[in-house]
């Protein structure tokens, strides 16, 4: 395949101008870069210039410094480049098409040509020494190994066959082949001869990245990160001990150094192109300028009416499950339990209590309800007998439980048991019935789908990751069939390399009669024939629509599903569908009490000083007025004249879930954190939460969510959709707004060109979007970045180095295109950087309410591992730091989120907030961010983040002096959210 793209249209790049019919204001921004973060570089083989890929683009810039020219356009992701021999083509990995693959292009930017394709990811071009192939990694054989390409044909060869992960190679000037393995026997880097005779060069457990031969063909250097230092290097070949080159204040990047002679060579490191010198541990610096020029688009924010007495129907319906007889259909809303009769609209409502009862299922005889609730204090086992209504706890865990499951004979219940070590882990048991007694069949499980029972009861199939290879994390979502009794499971896929719907409720589901497998792809049900454990037909598609929780009647010859916001079922002998009438509604809970707060401090979140002795006076759910105190004033009066009051705390990324229980909501309230936003979540579960959360049929904060993740053609979490341009995003996109989303999260395996789809269609809707990329994400309209650093499909950050720094480009990009980052500090070292540093830190009475004293002790274990695998977790956390100080003073703005669950919720935000102050961030900035800015940044600063009139009544009173001393946050009081007053006792006892 072939593609042109002339060079003059590239010069000038502009994104966000719109499409046809959009309403788009656009402003053009030109920023000049001369910093780079983890960018690699290449010589032309005359010595005269440079080529590197700063942010994805492909750049040319002369040997002696100065004006870089782009010769790519900014949707390619380019990374890597390599020159061609003659000096007239380069060589680079492109994600262009959603996948890397080996591209090459003229020198002067014509001629663009894709010289690998498939599903396979293509990486580290080098071209062998008479230009007639490109070697290159690629995970065709099940994990990373080194092949080559002859450009000629196009055929393709393996070079290596080991199975740990070999990648990184490089031809030396007589056809030798350098890489780096991850060999058992040895990892470091080997040589390999024309012969293909592999040799082991320099042996190293640390890690090591992209050899380079020496025009002699004598020695290699290499890139290597040890005790978190990141490291330029050089070996002989004939073997012995390494030397390093770089000095130990630099951060170098893991990417090939190029010869300029015999002595002189370039890298790249600490942001810059660097002139090094064999012998000489000093360096110069190449500068160079690249001006990036692209159109921002502002756009009319979604509306919300939170004065609302409106009754709603309620979308959050979560896992329906259709009785064996096909006349009922059970499902959670509002947190309890509803059963559906067919040919009725009205449900009957089977649990009434402030705790969530999830996940239910069917015995076979249609008699019982096996459900998961924490009306027991943690998600436990329980059944309902239907004539009777009766409860029973079948099984008390001591970790919370999941999608039960019952076998045909209705013997046993399948289910998980999560894993307190690692978020998202499970393992997969088993409970008898007669003998209360629970086995393992199968663990460690990462986020599958809920398991499905063979009739026989000898297997147990359900959705599982399978990556590509042990390298990077990401692959397909495939069927994985158990067998019980050995506990061993194989893989099985309906359709080779593609990733059915998210895992969670999609399926596979075993029909009654065993006979074919319900599934979601690309959005739709399909079922395929199984038979004696293998797929034994062609999979039949049965809907048209977005349908996913997939439930079969006992007939095998119907299965109810969810449509977007409705329920249906789809009858398997004629194909036509019918509509289930539900009425159920609620409104959100609207208080009607006057009264005043009696303030002796308030931050009101704009302005550094406090405004001293004033009541504020609340009607209903909004702030009437703020005027001095009068000691007169009638009516009600929350005496807070020993306090302070301040805004309501913004937690701006976190991942919920219902498992959490009925507690999680007052944890939350308890920090005095009384909004969240959640980019990226189970559709109907953050629905149901908050549809709950703001009926008052539990306590908890505002919740503003994305539904699942919108990723790429390869995923790693159940709760990512696998999108492809067509339909099925287009569905998806529908369902944002027709669910009510509040963002948008794009994540990492997503291309550009649908990112910036997906982009387009949010803002035409007012909806925000967020993702992973800075650039070029930022310049065709993404509002906000999640993480400093975190998940790249490049297997390293645009945002973060090895050792913690991000540099001007990153600063720059954020603060000049307007994007929004939540830096996730505190997941990046922050937590543990304080947990070390103050021994009080746990010291607080939510943390003692919410948190056991073992959960102090993991806390401790999981920072002590981070650190194994990467010493500078904690010794270079300052250089995070003096980043998000940086971007500040570049006018850019940051907002505070955790990643929680990965870390403890509630408490992760203080650590951020913590973190943050001790870099330098005074506590003014930091509680503005954690305010106001973050109100601004999900679209509802008229009614949030700030304490003036007119706004909404979410406040904090709290003890001690938080614009001194940030830790006088945890002091909290008194929460009120909507104008609701909550006491700090009331939050910290369990509800009853």
Do not use: C
């Amino acid at each position: 395949m072939t593609k042109s793209i002339g060079l003059l249209a590239l010069l000038f790049l502009s994104f966000g101008m719109g499409v046809s019919g959009q309403d788009f204001k656009s402003d053009s921004t030109k920023i000049t870069l001369t910093e780079g973060t983890n960018f690699a570089l290449a010589l032309s083989p005359d010595k005269q210039t440079i080529a590197f890929d700063l942010q994805g683009t492909l750049w040319i810039l002369p040997i002696g410094g100065g004006k870089a020219v782009p010769i790519s356009d900014a949707l390619g992701d380019i990374r890597q480049p390599a020159w061609s021999p003659d000096g007239q083509k380069l060589a680079f990995q492109s994600y262009r098409d959603g996948t890397y693959h080996i591209w090459t292009v003229n020198k002067n930017g014509t001629g663009l040509n894709q010289v690998t394709t498939g599903v396979y990811d293509d990486r580290e071009p080098y071209w062998s020494p008479d230009g007639n192939l490109i070697a290159f990694s690629s995970d065709r054989s099940g994990n990373y190994d080194i092949w080559h390409v002859e450009l000629a044909s196009g055929k393709l060869k393996q070079l290596t066959t080991d199975p740990a992960n070999d990648y990184f190679a490089a031809y030396s000037p007589d056809g030798r082949l350098a890489y780096v393995s991850e060999r058992k026997a040895g990892g470091g880097i080997y040589v390999q001869d024309a012969n293909g005779a592999e040799k082991l060069l320099v042996s190293s457990k640390e890690k090591l990245a992209s050899p380079s031969w020496h025009p002699s063909g004598k020695w290699i250097i290499f890139n290597s990160v040890t005790q978190g230092e990141s490291t330029l290097d050089f070996v002989q070949t004939g073997g012995g001990e390494w030397q390093t080159l770089s000095r130990p204040e630099e951060d170098v990047f893991p990417f090939r150094a190029a010869w300029i002679s015999e002595n002189d060579y370039l890298y790249t490191s600490s942001g810059r192109i660097k002139k090094g010198k064999l012998g000489d541990k000093t360096s110069t610096n190449i500068s160079f300028e690249a001006q990036v020029n692209v159109g921002r688009h502002t756009y009319a924010r979604k509306k919300r009416d939170f004065d609302s007495e409106k009754v709603k129907s309620v979308l959050g319906i979560r896992s329906p499950v259709v009785s064996p007889d096909g006349k009922q259909i059970a499902f959670t809303a509002l947190g309890d339990l509803y059963l559906l009769t067919k040919g009725t609209a009205k449900p009957l409502q089977l649990t009434d209590d402030k705790f969530i009862a999830i996940d239910p299922a069917w015995s076979p005889d249609g008699k019982q309800l096996a459900y998961a609730s924490d009306r027991n204090g943690n998600s436990d086992l329980w059944v309902r007998d239907i004539a009777t209504g009766q409860d029973k706890l079948l099984l008390d865990a001591k970790h919370a439980i999941k999608y039960p499951s019952w076998s045909a004979d209705g013997s046993q219940i399948a289910y998980y048991e999560s894993d307190p070590k690692g978020w998202l882990r499970t393992s997969l048991k088993t409970l008898d019935l007669k003998t209360t007694k629970s086995e393992l069949v199968y663990a460690p499980l990462f986020d599958a789908s809920q398991p499905s029972w063979s009739p026989d009861g000898k297997s147990i199939i359900l959705s599982a990751l399978q990556p590509y290879s042990t390298r990077y994390r990401e692959g397909v979502s495939e069927f994985l069939l158990i067998n019980v009794k050995e506990k061993k499971g194989d893989f099985i896929a309906p359709v080779a390399e593609r990733t059915p719907a998210a895992r969670g409720k999609n399926g596979p589901y075993w029909s009654p009669d065993g006979k074919s497998l319900a599934y979601g792809l690309d959005g739709y049900l399909w079922t395929v024939p199984i038979e004696a454990g293998k797929l034994t037909g062609v999979p039949k598609q049965w809907t048209r629509e977005l349908s996913e929780g997939f439930s079969w009647t006992a007939d095998s010859e119907h299965i109810v599903f969810i449509a977007t916001d409705a329920l249906k079922q789809v009858n398997l002998r004629d194909g036509k569908q019918e509509t289930f009438s539900l009425d159920l509604t609620w409104k959100t809970q609207q208080p009607k009490e006057h009264y005043a707060i009696h303030a002796g401090k308030v931050f009101d979140g704009k302005n550094e000083k406090y405004q001293e002795n004033v009541d504020i006076l609340i009607e209903g759910n909004r702030i009437r007025k703020i005027e001095p105190h009068n000691a007169s004033r009638k009516g009600k009066v929350i005496d807070a004249s020993k306090s302070v009051v301040i805004p309501g705390l913004f937690e701006m990324h976190t991942h919920q879930s219902a498992l959490a229980g009925e507690q999680l909501g007052r944890l939350w309230l308890s920090y005095g954190i009384t909004s969240t936003r959640e980019p990226g979540t189970e559709p109907y579960d953050v629905v149901e939460r908050k549809e709950s959360w703001e009926s008052g049929r539990r306590k908890g904060p505002r919740t503003f969510y994305a539904g699942a993740l919108m990723d790429g053609n390869r995923i790693y979490y159940g709760l990512a959709v696998s999108n492809r341009a067509g339909a099925q995003l287009d569905q998806e996109l529908k369902r944002s707004v027709r669910l009510g989303y509040d963002m948008i999260k794009t994540y990492v395996r997503m291309p550009d060109s649908l990112q910036k789809q997906v982009t387009e269609f949010a803002h035409r809707n007012g909806i925000p979007v967020s993702s992973h990329e800075i650039f070029p994400a930022a310049g065709y309209g993404v509002d906000a970045v999640e993480h400093i650093g975190a998940t790249s499909r490049r297997g390293y950050s645009t945002k973060l180095s090895a050792e913690n720094n991000s540099y001007q480009d990153v600063v720059q990009i954020i603060a000049k295109l307007g994007l929004n980052i939540t830096p996730t500090a505190s997941l990046h070292g922050g937590l543990h950087y304080l947990i070390n540093k103050d021994t009080a830190f746990f010291d607080n009475r939510q943390f003692q309410s919410f948190y056991s004293k073992e959960s102090i002790q993991e806390l401790r274990e999981s920072g002590e591992l981070r650190l194994k695998t990467n010493p500078a977790f904690l010794t270079s956390f300052g250089n995070i730091q003096k980043t998000l100080k940086a971007i500040l003073a570049a006018g850019g703005r940051v907002t505070p989120g955790t990643d929680s669950p990965i870390i403890a919720p509630g408490v992760s935000l203080h650590a951020e907030l913590q973190s943050w102050v001790d870099g330098g961030i005074t506590p003014f900035q930091a509680l503005r961010s954690a305010t106001l800015w973050s109100a601004e940044s999900v679209g509802v600063g008229d009614d949030l983040g700030s304490i003036e009139a007119g706004k909404l009544a979410d406040l904090i009173i709290l003890d001690g002096d938080p614009l001194t001393n940030i830790k006088d946050l945890l002091n909290v009081k008194t929460v009120i959210k909507n104008g609701i007053v909550s006491d700090i006792n009331a939050l910290l006892n369990r509800a009853k």
